[in-house]
């Protein structure tokens, strides 16, 4: 599979990140066979968090993986932390605890990535940078990056890290893709998107951070996916049109459709379904020309001013 460099870091990753967010849904036999078929088909990153059925997700996987030293040196395991009932908690001592219970989780000594999860209104930047300072000194994590953040809530960290973030996970979908929409209405008194996310597609490719977009067939928040929805008619004519060209199936170019935009991201994808995956993965090789990816974009009901 095509890689790309992770942010400014120097780690190759595929362009396709596999999410574990799911694995408990399949029972031992078949959560081996995903995980090895994942690996024969180059999809060796693999996506995980402490809160993906309460740390059982991590297990399975280990488990399904058959860690050992020589598995560990052929992936790459990135995880996140941060939410707690209730609460989101970006404190030091909840950080440094949660990555150890990840790690005796995992099998593994060390994390490729850690995300910190959804953002903490009571973070303490300092906090946060003493954390990752241990976690980088005694070798339990080697990148760092965060999950659904604004540039304000990055630079804020960015006070006291002195890690680069290397990623910022975010939902972006076809149908779910305002970060790009409201690029296009700048200065629109009826503007057909609103920011909310303070710029953060731009944010991240001027300062070389990685998109990981999640949920990259999903409309709304869960409510479903697009494709081969009858609530979405014109998209799933247009992705099926552009499909037939590429003889590929209406998953690979969705897929491509995120992977066609010049940040360089990488699409999270949550699917156990080993014919998803490799349609998934089949993305990396597929091109959309300027012309298709507008044209998907406005099937989806977003229109240009």
Same mark, same amino acid.
């Given at each position: 599979?095509?890689?790309?460099?992770?942010?400014?870091?120097?780690?190759?990753?595929?362009?396709?990140?596999?999410?574990?967010? =799911?694995?408990?849904?399949?029972?031992?036999?078949?959560?081996?066979?995903?995980?090895?078929?994942?690996?024969?088909?180059?999809?060796?990153?693999?996506?995980?968090?402490?809160?993906?059925?309460?740390?059982?997700?991590?297990?399975?996987?280990?488990?399904?993986?058959?860690?050992?030293?020589?598995? =560990?040196?052929?992936?790459?395991?990135?995880?996140?932390?941060?939410?707690?009932?209730?609460?989101?908690?970006?404190?030091?001592?909840?950080?440094?605890?949660?990555?150890?219970?990840?790690?005796? =989780?995992?099998?593994?000594? $060390?994390?490729?990535?850690?995300?910190?999860?959804?953002?903490?209104?009571? !973070?303490?930047?300092?906090?946060?940078?003493?954390?990752?300072?241990?976690?980088?000194?005694?070798?339990?994590? =080697?990148?760092?990056?965060?999950?659904?953040? &604004?540039?304000?809530?990055?630079?804020?960290?960015?006070?006291?890290?002195?890690?680069?973030? !290397?990623?910022?996970?975010?939902?972006?979908?076809?149908?779910?893709?305002?970060?790009?929409?409201?690029?296009? #209405?700048? #200065?629109?008194? #009826?503007?057909?998107? !609103?920011?909310?996310?303070?710029?953060?597609?731009? $944010?991240?490719?001027?300062?070389?951070?990685?998109?990981?977009? %999640?949920?990259?067939?999903? $409309?709304?928040?869960?409510?479903?996916?697009?494709?081969?929805?009858?609530?979405?008619? !014109?998209l799933n004519q247009k992705i099926d049109e552009?499909?037939?060209? $590429?003889?590929?199936?209406?998953?690979?170019?969705?897929?491509? %459709?995120?992977?066609?935009?010049?940040?360089?991201?990488?699409?999270?994808?949550? &699917?156990?379904?080993?014919?998803?995956?490799?349609?998934?993965?089949?993305?990396?090789?597929?091109?959309?020309?300027?012309?298709? %990816?507008?044209?998907?974009?406005?099937?989806?009901? #977003?229109?240009?001013?």
């Open positions: 599979m095509r890689t790309i460099k992770l942010g400014s870091s120097t780690l190759e990753v595929p362009v396709v990140a596999v999410g574990c967010m =799911r694995i408990d849904s399949l029972d031992k036999a078949g959560a081996e066979r995903f995980v090895q078929t994942a690996l024969e088909e180059g999809a060796n990153f693999f996506d995980h968090a402490d809160i993906y059925a309460a740390g059982k997700c991590e297990e399975i996987f280990a488990d399904a993986i058959h860690m050992n030293a020589s598995i =560990r040196e052929k992936i790459i395991l990135q995880s996140k932390c941060g939410i707690r009932k209730g609460m989101f908690d970006f404190s030091k001592e909840h950080i440094l605890e949660s990555v150890d219970n990840i790690l005796k =989780r995992l099998k593994t000594d $060390y994390l490729d990535i850690l995300l910190l999860h959804r953002p903490d209104t009571l !973070v303490e930047p300092e906090e946060v940078a003493a954390a990752f300072d241990i976690l980088e000194s005694s070798g339990k994590v =080697r990148h760092f990056g965060v999950s659904n953040q &604004t540039p304000m809530q990055i630079q804020l960290l960015k006070k006291s890290v002195k890690q680069p973030i !290397v990623a910022n996970q975010l939902q972006l979908s076809i149908t779910n893709a305002t970060m790009i929409t409201h690029g296009f #209405n700048v #200065n629109m008194e #009826n503007a057909a998107a !609103v920011s909310r996310d303070e710029g953060v597609l731009d $944010y991240c490719r001027l300062n070389d951070i990685t998109i990981q977009p %999640w949920s990259p067939f999903q $409309y709304g928040f869960f409510e479903g996916v697009f494709l081969d929805n009858a609530k979405f008619p !014109v552009v499909a037939k060209k $590429y003889e590929v199936s209406n998953t690979t170019i969705a897929i491509a %459709w995120l992977l066609r935009h010049p940040a360089h991201m990488q699409p999270v994808i949550g &699917t156990m379904n080993i014919d998803r995956l490799k349609d998934c993965i089949k993305a990396s090789d597929i091109h959309l020309t300027r012309e298709e %990816w507008y044209a998907i974009l406005l099937a989806a009901g #977003n229109v240009l001013p």
